[in-house]
């Protein structure tokens, strides 16, 4: 197992390398002069070449990766334009634990309400609660979560007044009201995810169900619901697993689109500020910061994966 | 299956055997068009779609003006203005069935875009394998790695919003995708005997890609075109929405829901109506979506 991890952290490293020379190629080579591009059109030349220089973007390009690659791995971070004097260390810190704090809550209501879902619908393989539990789920997925949001806030929040519009508690609030207010926010999301992981979940409900043990299982009496719970779930779950590291992409990529709807203080809408304030040292960090969570996380889904499933952690 | 052109030289033999093939060919297609046409959920999806393609095109004949700003501001829905107005006086219903304009020029040719360059990538990597798939899979990897909506914030940011930056923003982002799954049905191909035929024969490897591999893994990309589709609207209306779309005065949905959004507690159809547009397009390019992949695969 340690020798499965070692190696799928080792084959992280070129790809985070990829991914930084990206970040850097968009971020600093792409916008040309980038005093200019800071300073704007009617800046003096003097005063752009000043800020290239203090900056240090008249060096070579493959100096300039260096250093700053060398700056993200020591965690000088650089402080941010736009909220002046603060370190963007800091910032992307506390907004990362507030996004942490709303992902955590929403992958706990996705998914085992979505698993619960998919082995239902897979249980009743092509009844018709499965065909409008397949279809009316996968159809919440295509639906862009700032649309759902916009549908939620004006049933639950404008006209029957049960849950508040915005996702962050007045000041001095007690800590876990924080939850009551991250309600609204998270059920766009899981929306987001219900349909694959559910569809998912379904179809590994029924592959198991026709497998000679699970017949073995119900022949020697087992009561129906043991049946379910240790000999389907176990075996089920493996390909539901995967597709939910695979999620994370789309549950960060929602996040961005969430927090900015119910204004709420996390990484993707420091992202989206960053972006178009034209921050570039937040907007890099929190950029490189999201893709080491996505390939952090897709490894998470594969190590349980691999202790789901014997076969896969021996083959490799 | 594979067809490449009639030279006077072949014999009957031959023609009789590309004949059956195209006479197979054409069989399985009136079979995937009659399955599509029996599927509910199929013809859901296109009389919806077909709806707002009609509205893209002639919404500003069928509806009053989406910029006449002369009817009372943010009024409730009545007969007169069926969705109500807006903050500027506008009619809702107007300038929500002209939205469908916008995310109906940018997505198909995004994915139009993502399907020609993926397509290339896919091909040279599947068939080449070796040296050129390992490099091209890795920077397909470090792209993936990414969400899609962070690395087009971070590009638009860079360089401006329109229509071309949107299109080919997402037609790039959606390219590694593409090539990946173009790739595998590469790699199921390339060792049929028609391959091996053709390359025997001396055929250029460009040849036996576009005129072999590429007429022989069509189902697999048209499928992949029409779920693209549904992201790419999904993906434009998203961009929109936080501010990286096109700019106002557009009717454009995601851009409209953003703009109006501090009318949300006072007059919410004004944001109401082109969510649920929104909704309903997304919706019906998925059900054409599913509709075709599940008629290919019976």
Same mark, same amino acid.
């Given at each position: 197992?340690?020798?499965?991890? %070692?190696?799928?952290?080792? !084959?992280?490293?070129?790809? @985070?390398?990829?991914?930084? /020379?990206? &970040?850097?190629? =968009? $971020? ?89 879902? %998919?082995?239902?619908?897979? !249980?009743?393989?092509?009844? @018709?609660?499965?065909?409008? /539990?397949? &279809?009316?789920? =996968? $159809? ?177 | ?298």
């Amino acid at each position: 197992m340690a020798r499965f991890i %070692g190696r799928r952290l080792l !084959l992280m490293v070129p790809t @985070l390398v990829l991914v930084s /020379i990206l &970040v850097f190629a =968009l $971020s600093e080579i792409l916008p040309g002069d980038l005093g200019r591009f800071i300073l704007g059109p009617y800046a003096s030349q003097s005063a752009v070449t000043q800020l290239d220089h203090k900056l240090g973007f008249d060096k070579p390009i493959y100096v300039r990766y260096f250093e700053w690659a060398g700056h993200f791995v020591t965690g000088h971070w650089g402080t941010s334009y736009q909220y002046t004097n603060l370190s963007v260390f800091s910032i992307v810190e506390h907004a990362l634990g507030n996004s942490l704090l709303l992902a955590g809550f929403a992958l706990v209501i996705i998914v085992p309400t979505s698993i619960a879902v %998919g082995v239902f619908a897979g !249980l009743r393989r092509d009844s @018709l609660l499965d065909r409008i /539990i397949t &279809v009316s789920s =996968l $159809s919440m997925t295509v639906i862009p979560e700032f649309v759902s949001g916009v549908i939620l806030i004006v049933i639950f929040a404008v006209e029957l007044n049960w849950l508040p519009a915005s996702a962050t508690p007045p000041v001095g609030s007690p800590f876990v009201d924080r939850f009551y207010y991250l309600i609204l926010p998270a059920i766009p999301l899981m929306l987001l995810e219900l349909g694959y992981i559910a569809r998912m979940a379904r179809a590994g409900t029924v592959q198991v169900l026709n497998q000679p043990y699970i017949r073995t299982a119900t022949l020697k009496g087992l009561p129906q619901r043991r049946v379910v719970f240790s000999h389907v779930l176990r075996n089920a779950l493996v390909p539901t697993v995967t597709v939910i590291g695979s999620q994370v992409g789309w549950l960060i990529g929602g996040l961005v689109v969430i927090e900015t709807v119910f204004v709420y203080p996390g990484i993707g809408n420091y992202t989206v500020h960053a972006a178009l304030n034209h921050d570039q040292p937040l907007l890099e960090a929190c950029v490189l910061v999201i893709a080491v969570i996505y390939m952090v996380s897709n490894l998470v889904a594969d190590v349980v994966v691999a202790l789901l499933n014997p076969r896969i952690r021996k083959s490799s | 299956m594979a067809t490449t052109g009639t030279t006077p030289d072949r014999g009957d033999l031959e023609l009789q055997v590309n004949a059956a093939a195209e006479a197979e060919q054409r069989r399985q297609r009136r079979f995937v068009v009659r399955t599509l046409f029996r599927s509910p959920t199929f013809l859901a999806g296109l009389v919806i779609l077909l709806f707002w393609i009609f509205m893209a095109v002639f919404s500003t004949h069928v509806t009053q003006s989406p910029t006449n700003t002369g009817g009372a501001i943010l009024a409730s829905p009545s007969g007169a203005h069926w969705f109500g107005t807006d903050d500027l006086g506008r009619d809702v219903f107007a300038r929500t069935m002209a939205g469908a304009h916008t995310v109906l020029i940018i997505a198909p040719l995004a994915t139009a875009l993502a399907l020609l360059w993926g397509g290339i990538v896919g091909l040279i990597a599947g068939y080449h394998r070796g040296l050129t798939d390992d490099i091209i899979m890795r920077i397909v990897d470090a792209f993936l790695a990414l969400p899609v909506i962070i690395t087009a914030i971070l590009i638009i940011a860079l360089l401006g919003r329109s229509y071309a930056v949107l299109i080919v923003v997402i037609g790039a982002l959606f390219t590694p995708v593409v090539s990946r799954t173009v790739r595998s049905a590469v790699i199921g191909e390339r060792e049929r005997e028609y391959v091996m035929a053709a390359r025997l024969r001396g055929e250029r490897s460009a040849f036996v890609m576009a005129r072999e591999i590429l007429p022989n893994i069509t189902q697999p990309i048209i499928v992949e075109g029409t779920v693209r589709l549904g992201y790419a609207v999904f993906t434009a209306a998203t961009l929109s929405f936080l501010g990286f779309g096109l700019e106002p005065p557009s009717p454009d949905w995601g851009l409209v829901i953003a703009s109006e959004w501090s009318n949300l507690q006072t007059a919410p159809w004004v944001v109401l109506a082109p969510a649920l547009a929104l909704a309903s397009m997304v919706v019906a390019v998925n059900l054409v979506a599913d509709g075709i992949s599940s008629a290919f695969s019976k």
